[in-house]
């Protein structure tokens, strides 16, 4: 397996800058996962680890070696693509076959290398047949087991999961999950799915107009997201924010009045702003409760209702019209019009200035429990 690293990465079509100042630590073994709205430039930077697109300026490493001008063959990858790209007159053994037989490995060899990577994937049933009498989902694992049996350096997706159903994307993407604990291997992932991102990923990389936004643990990016554009994308349903400014600060938090009219006090390092200032402050849908039993409160009245089951998602408007989603009990009947009274504690909250940087939030461990400041 290979570490990779990316320095100062930039690739540019003429005048038209696609990616700026990309700089990447991948270990040996992390499964990273690039994700972005379409047009960010992710597809690009996989196809400039693979050696397909040239790069423009910066530096590319493999394990500790520069790549830049090296071939696909000689960086040693295996790429899945998202349409499988496999030969329709060829059986499933044959496709899988292919490359080790250009490469002139032994028949012996690619026998024992093909049914390791078909016994892995659970696909050793279908070695003889053709790819049109496959489902989505088994010619996505061929593609896979063709990229396995390379026994490659660096394992590259190209959002491979695109084609399939939603059962299916589900079922494969842990197949995908368990294959990196089974091989330990390096492997870079590109979804637009954040869900896949989130769920498979040991480090995610965050994307927009050509320039990484945030790059962390999953965790890390749901609960401090860098700037509003992380903390909208990361996270479904989607992050609540709400207009207001601060209209007080203390050492370890701040009271911003909200344009619905509440004021709610947030947990944050705020020492860099004064009052006045415009402010969003972000709230995600499971930190509401459903009563007014918590310290910090807000008035609605239910718009709409999505019921999932064990949960439901409910949209209420606010004084000013601004919607704000929550995750309630399924097991709850919630009415349309009814008026609602919603809390949540100041720890929960996020705070983004006027340029869409985030404030750090405060742990409740160094929380301040009096008030005194204000």
Not at 53 to 58: Q, V
Request: glycine share 8%; net charge neutral.
């Amino acid at each position: 397996m290979a570490a990779v690293e990316l320095k100062n990465i930039a690739k540019s079509y003429g005048r038209t800058a696609v990616l700026e100042n990309i700089n990447i630590e991948i270990n040996e073994g992390d499964f990273v996962v690039l994700v972005g709205p379409s047009g960010c430039g992710k597809s690009t930077l996989l196809r400039m680890l693979a050696g397909l697109e040239k790069i423009t300026s910066g530096e590319l490493l493999m394990s500790g070696q520069q790549v830049n001008d090296w071939t696909p063959s000689e960086r040693g990858i295996a790429m899945v693509f998202q349409s499988y790209a496999l030969y329709p007159h060829m059986t499933v053994y044959r496709n899988m076959a292919f490359g080790l037989k250009v490469a002139k490995q032994g028949k012996a060899e690619i026998d024992h290398r093909i049914r390791k990577a078909a016994a892995i994937l659970k696909i050793d049933h279908l070695l003889q047949r053709l790819p049109r009498e496959l489902s989505g989902g088994q010619r996505q694992r061929v593609a896979i087991g063709r990229a396995i049996v390379r026994q490659p350096r660096l394992f590259l997706f190209d959002e491979p999961l695109s084609n399939l159903d939603a059962a299916l994307r589900i079922q494969t993407r842990l197949e995908i999950a368990r294959l990196h604990h089974q091989l330990s291997a390096t492997m870079v992932y590109v979804t637009h799915d954040q869900v896949e991102a989130m769920t498979l990923g040991n480090k995610i990389v965050v994307l927009s107009d050509g320039c990484i936004q945030q790059a962390g643990s999953p965790l890390e990016l749901y609960q401090q997201p860098a700037n509003r554009f992380v903390a909208t994308f990361i996270g479904s349903p989607t992050m609540n924010l709400l207009s207001g400014e601060i209209v007080a600060i203390s050492e370890q938090s701040c009271r911003v009045k909200l344009e619905c009219g509440s004021v709610v006090e947030v947990c944050v390092d705020a020492h860099s702003a004064s009052i006045g200032d415009k402010v969003e402050v972000g709230i995600r849908s499971e930190h509401i409760a459903e009563n007014s039993t918590l310290d910090q409160r807000l008035y609605g009245k239910v718009a709409i209702v999505e019921h999932l089951g064990e949960a439901n998602f409910i949209y209420l408007t606010l004084a000013d019209g601004r919607e704000l989603t929550l995750r309630g009990d399924g097991n709850r009947a919630i009415h349309i019009g009814t008026e609602m009274t919603v809390s949540m504690t100041k720890e929960a909250f996020h705070l983004f200035n006027a340029e869409g940087q985030a404030f750090r939030r405060l742990k409740p461990g160094n929380m301040e429990t009096s008030e005194r400041n204000f």
